[in-house]
């Protein structure tokens, strides 16, 4: 069973910044691709960005130029930094791992930002 653990979420205010980190409990090297999606309330689930094994990267395009993801194979690990941060990136930010015809999903962590 895969497990994929969120953390760096929290309130911000508009203009700040944040990191989220996504941990899997296995090498992510096993996975063909990760990425963050997030959910506001009562909105649907919208991808945010994704990372290949070869470091490809694709983003959504409200966040082009203000988000960052990146991976660290030794630690497992897969980041989102989130820069100029505005109030409809308010959501639960899920980190996503595909192998093969299979998803694994963490449990979410909350971004609020609000003065």
């Known amino acids: 069973q895969v497990q994929l653990v969120e953390s760096g979420g929290g309130l911000v205010q508009p203009g700040g910044s944040l990191r989220l980190s996504c941990a899997a409990s296995?090498?992510?090297?096993?996975?063909?691709?990760m990425g963050w999606y997030r959910q506001a309330p009562g909105k649907q689930r919208e991808l945010v960005a994704t990372?290949?094994?070869?470091?490809?990267?694709n983003y959504l395009d409200s966040v082009k130029g203000r988000f960052t993801i990146s991976r660290d194979n030794a630690k497992n690990t897969v980041y989102l930094q989130m820069h100029s941060l505005k109030s409809e990136d308010t959501a639960v930010y899920y980190c996503?791992?595909?192998?093969?015809?299979?998803?694994?999903w963490g449990q979410g962590t909350q971004v609020t930002v609000s003065s």
């Open positions: 996503n791992a595909w192998s093969g015809a299979l998803a694994y």
């Open positions: 990372i290949t094994n070869d470091d490809s990267t």
């Open positions: 296995r090498s992510i090297f096993t996975f063909n691709a």
